[in-house]
């Protein structure tokens, strides 16, 4: 007889231990999966409002990478180009900023009394603490101070990158040459709209497409061909806004006859940066003046639609004054960092040192170029980035530039081997740039009037703009709208930057 417990009660006794032995599991599992979100939680939220230049927000595989290379998580709100400067403002008077907040060069003067009412950091002070921040331009650094105080960290740019986009193609087809002059761009212009370009047999193309900007539109870079000082030039002991300038007017009377004789799309005061590039993206139009860096992007995204779609570059085009270009300091924006949102000094450390941590070579290559073997390939020391990879790299990581500090200087940021065609043209036409550029004068400048009224003063000045190029007022009026920007505070401007720049010992 065989001693012990009946085998119906060993088989529900080793089921027992095997659920056991799986809840057990479970729980440990469970235990280990709560461990790491915890530690995901423990990390600091770093929040960020930034431009959206793309349709397509960044790969969330990338934002992840970045988020556990700097053990932070990130808390980005994307807001598209054409609507950002607005939403900015919006967040700014609602104190619903985020931590770190996003400020477009032109926006700059916007925010100005905000920063010196004391809505944020002043972080100067602290860059020494940081190994990469530290090392941040000097010069660059003072262009964007205020009041001799770093207050944001700068996204650097060259000088200026502006300059002609054109089809190709479309110049081939008509057995044009790429344009020299002012003249000689308004011929191609004028033949893009009329002598069938594309070779369809339709009335279905135009030269030129521009949107309701005045600065990054085509308008100011127009203007520097035709020797319109950039904002203010001095002339004796006293600063002119350009707008009084005969190169400013010169300007508006071409583009009233680009208007007048539909070269240009005739919606060009309203329309959105958005429609502009896809009128050209879709081969309605053949130029496109702005950023020389956007050819390459606009190029793929042509293919896309027309195979046959070539693109060219222009950055010298002679005006009645020689080459002129205009240009900004070497930072396009800032970060500044909200007192609202940031409630102590530790908290504004930990958003710094995420900055910082971007700059080291294993974040910054990784927002720069993407993921090894899916957007880029190592040869050496080098990049090289696929052609058959480029329609990825737009669409997942192109946006992702516009969290780069300081990226044109960083060291750590590796070399490309060899660059798309038309991006190694932009970048060597705008290092070309260099040599003909016209500087604003009141840059570092103050004064109070501008800083309190520059939104009111700007406005009289674009609608002026715009009205006389739709024909909506002639050249008295145009004067009259400038003698109402003196009156409103113009003139007050005018008095300060002349006292400042004089004072701070400029020759006459």
Not at 218 to 230: A, E, M, W
Not at 464 to 487: S, V
Request: glycine share 6%; net charge negative.
């Amino acid at each position: 007889m065989v001693s012990g417990k009946p085998n119906g009660f060993r088989s529900k006794g080793c089921a027992l231990l095997i659920l056991l032995s799986l809840v057990s599991l479970l729980l440990s599992s469970c235990m280990g999966r709560k461990d790491n979100q915890a530690s995901i939680d423990d990390r600091p939220v770093v929040s960020i409002m930034a431009p959206l230049h793309f349709p397509h927000a960044p790969d969330p595989a990338i934002i992840d990478e970045i988020e556990k290379l700097t053990n932070t998580n990130l808390d980005i709100e994307w807001v598209p180009d054409g609507i950002y400067s607005d939403k900015m403002n919006t967040s700014l008077m609602t104190n619903s900023l985020k931590k770190a907040t996003f400020v477009k060069y032109t926006d700059y003067n916007l925010v100005k009394n905000s920063v010196r009412s004391g809505a944020f950091w002043e972080i100067g002070p602290y860059l020494d603490q940081f190994a990469n921040l530290r090392q941040l331009n000097e010069d660059i650094l003072n262009q964007s101070a205020l009041d001799d105080k770093v207050y944001g960290l700068y996204t650097e740019r060259l000088s200026s990158r502006q300059g002609v986009i054109i089809r190709e193609d479309w110049l081939e087809r008509l057995k044009m040459d790429k344009p020299r002059t002012i003249d000689e761009l308004y011929e191609v212009m004028k033949a893009f709209t009329y002598e069938d370009p594309d070779g369809n047999g339709k009335a279905d193309t135009f030269g030129i497409a521009d949107r309701n900007d005045l600065i990054f539109g085509v308008f100011k870079t127009l203007s520097s061909y035709f020797g319109t000082p950039n904002n203010w030039t001095v002339s004796g002991h006293e600063l002119i806004p350009e707008f009084e300038t005969e190169p400013y007017m010169d300007t508006m009377n071409f583009m009233r006859k680009l208007y007048d004789e539909r070269i240009i799309n005739q919606e060009f005061a309203v329309t959105s940066k958005e429609v502009q590039r896809n009128l050209f993206i879709r081969g309605k139009v053949g130029v496109y003046i702005g950023s020389m860096l956007d050819a390459q992007r606009l190029a793929d995204a042509a293919k896309v639609v027309n195979p046959a779609a070539r693109f060219t570059l222009v950055n010298r085009i002679e005006g009645p004054h020689g080459y002129k270009i205009w240009s900004i300091p070497n930072f396009n924006g800032l970060y500044l960092f909200s007192k609202k949102a940031i409630k102590t000094e530790e908290e504004l450390l930990q958003i710094l040192s995420f900055f910082d941590r971007s700059m080291e070579k294993d974040v910054a290559n990784l927002m720069k170029y993407g993921f090894e073997g899916r957007h880029y390939k190592v040869e050496g020391n080098q990049v090289e980035l696929p052609l058959e990879s480029q329609e990825l790299r737009s669409n997942e990581l192109s946006v992702l530039y516009t969290l780069m500090i300081a990226d044109l200087s960083n060291p750590n940021i590796m070399k490309v081997a060899k660059q798309d065609s038309l991006t190694e043209m932009a970048e060597r036409l705008s290092e070309d740039n260099e040599k003909f550029i016209v500087r604003d004068p009141t840059v570092g400048l103050k004064s109070k009037t501008y800083d309190e009224k520059n939104v009111e003063l700007y406005k009289i000045i674009s609608d002026a703009t715009y009205n006389y190029i739709l024909g909506h007022l002639d050249e008295a009026g145009y004067r009259q709208e400038i003698e109402r920007w003196k009156r409103s505070g113009g003139s007050n401007v005018v008095q300060e930057y002349t006292q400042d720049y004089f004072g701070n010992g400029n020759a006459g």
